[in-house]
């Protein structure tokens, strides 16, 4: 599978963004996905995750209420909608697929997502 994240760019605090993450290859449906994070200077984190169905959503603290994750798999597509952006937010926005069905318990272990996004930049000015 390959995964080609796009959607970044620079916006104003308070502002939104739309990020999408396109999958050729195998079947996207078969997949779990997330969205992960790397601000300057700090490690990926975390930021969302969804399940092959579209049914189950995990969110990190740090976004929870603001950020919408979905997924359309007629499409090989999942969505980062981010809205009520902070300048925190700036980072390099990766897409990643995990092969097996995540559980809230492991959806942020980076180790369990074994396809990866280049990454879309996302700038959130003050």
């Known amino acids: 599978v390959q995964l080609q994240a796009s959607g970044g760019g620079l916006v104003q605090a308070g502002g939104s963004l739309t990020l999408s993450c396109a999958a050729s290859g195998r079947t996207f449906s078969n997949y779990f996905m997330g969205w992960f994070r790397q601000a300057p200077g700090k490690e990926r984190e975390f930021a969302a995750a969804?399940?092959?169905?579209?049914?189950?959503?995990y969110y990190a603290d740090s976004v929870k209420g603001r950020f919408t994750i979905s997924r359309d798999n007629a499409k090989n597509t999942v969505y980062l909608q981010m809205n009520s952006l902070k300048p925190e937010d700036t980072a390099v926005y990766y897409c990643?697929?995990?092969?097996?069905?995540?559980?809230?318990?492991?959806?942020?272990?980076?180790?369990?997502?074994?396809?990866w996004g280049q990454g879309t930049q996302v700038t959130v000015s003050s």
């Open positions: 990643a697929g995990a092969v097996l069905d995540l559980v809230a318990r492991t959806v942020a272990r980076e180790d369990l997502y074994v396809f």
């Open positions: 969804i399940n092959w169905s579209g049914g189950m959503t």
